[in-house]
């Protein structure tokens, strides 16, 4: 291996992985992630609550203590990934109306879905504001750090049209369903 080689093999990149609805942090795509990064990669996987305001404190606490350098979330846990500032972020088929989606899935507590109702205006207050290219160095950063990969299969939903809108290019992946 030549000198730069090394080098980059010696950086560690931590990654934290937010799972979606009824996944647990050992899900499938943490394991993946785990499986095809180098060495160097260190990816964290805890579970997190379904609430959305305790995900925030979770997500936002182990960014802190592990020094996270890049958010991989997918569908619920990317809605909770979008609401995070300042990180890098890699979403899969991220559910931007979670209020909206859960009750079509299963029975959630209507506190539950008052806080992601409540989360979901926040997001379209911020979103609105990140849109606008006069809107300062952190909403340019914030579109150039958040990349979405959406499945041409995905069963529940799809965001694909409106995440394009307010972030750019997307990243469009073949998935067996």
């Known amino acids: 291996m030549d000198k730069l080689s090394n080098n980059i093999m010696a950086l560690k990149i931590n990654i934290l992985y937010i799972h979606g609805y009824g996944g647990e942090g050992n899900s499938r795509t943490a394991q993946a992630l785990k499986t095809y990064l180098p060495e160097n990669y260190n990816v964290s996987e805890p579970c997190f609550p379904l609430d959305p305001t305790e995900a925030l404190i979770l997500a936002k606490e182990v960014i802190q203590t592990k020094g996270i350098d890049i958010v991989v979330a997918s569908s619920l846990g990317a809605f909770t990934a ?5 990180v890098p972020k890699i979403v899969i088929n991220p559910c931007l109306y979670p209020s909206k989606e859960l009750p079509k899935q299963a029975k959630v507590s209507e506190e539950i879905l008052r806080n992601f109702s409540e989360m979901e205006k926040q997001f379209d207050e911020w979103i609105t504001e990140i849109g606008d290219w006069d809107s300062g160095k952190l909403g340019v950063l ?9 499945s041409t299969n995905d069963e529940l939903f799809s965001f694909k049209d409106e995440f394009a809108k307010h972030y750019g290019p997307v990243l469009s992946v073949e998935d067996a369903g």
């Open 82 to 86: 979008l609401q995070l500032r300042g």
């Open 142 to 150: 914030e579109r150039m750090w958040t990349y979405g990969v959406f």
